[in-house]
């Protein structure tokens, strides 16, 4: 019967069409006359809530992953300041201070004239070292131009999602350089 039914629908008009099935037949082939191409209501709605649901799976990790990046690119942007407060303290034969706004979440290279802010879901935690100038709430951590540094270091910790990231940034007093380690 459904092979019957089948083949009298996909026939042209004016097929002979088995007896009981003219009046479905026809009103098949009116309905495709009649009817425009498209996607029916319901057919739309399923299509969405399958985008929400994938969606919905899909936005968390993308958010942890920026958030990540974000932590990644902070920690380098104190290393790349600290490298460059040691060049720069090289090359004019000058000390140069790296500058920590601990209120502020901020950091930067004295005389560069730019600050760089740490996420929002950052901020500075022990700081050991360096020293305190007279206003502004700064402290600053000093590279001379033998290419040594006052020695000392800086936590910075994050809290980008349920768990807490926290990283430890050593000056080296004999050669300037910033060790990294993750705080426990």
């Known amino acids: ?3 019957a039914l089948t083949s009298a629908i996909s026939t042209e008009p004016g097929t002979p069409v088995p007896a009981g099935l003219s009046s479905l037949v026809a009103r098949v082939r009116a309905r495709g006359k009649q009817g425009s191409p498209g996607f029916t209501l319901l057919e739309v709605i399923v299509v969405m809530v399958i985008v929400g649901v994938v969606a919905a799976m899909v936005l968390p990790s993308m958010q942890a992953g920026s958030r990540q990046a974000a932590v990644r690119r902070s920690v380098r942007a104190f290393i790349s ?3 460059q407060a040691s060049a720069r303290a090289v090359n004019t034969r000058k000390p140069t201070a790296l500058v920590v706004w601990p209120d502020e979440g901020s950091f930067g290279v004295e005389g560069a004239g730019s600050r760089y802010e740490l996420p929002d879901f950052a901020e500075f935690g022990e700081i050991v070292g360096g020293r305190e100038a007279e206003a502004d709430d ?3 951590f ?3 131009p033998t290419g040594s540094s006052a020695g000392g270091s800086v936590e910075i910790e994050f809290n980008p999602s349920d768990r807490r990231q926290a990283y430890i ?5 004999l050669i300037g ?4 380690e993750e705080a426990s």
């Open 1 to 3: 019967m459904v092979a």
């Open 81 to 83: 300041a600290a490298r």
């Open 138 to 140: 700064e402290i600053r």
């Open 142 to 144: 000093d590279f001379y």
């Open 169 to 173: 940034l050593i000056f080296d007093p």
């Open 177 to 180: 350089r910033v060790r990294i």
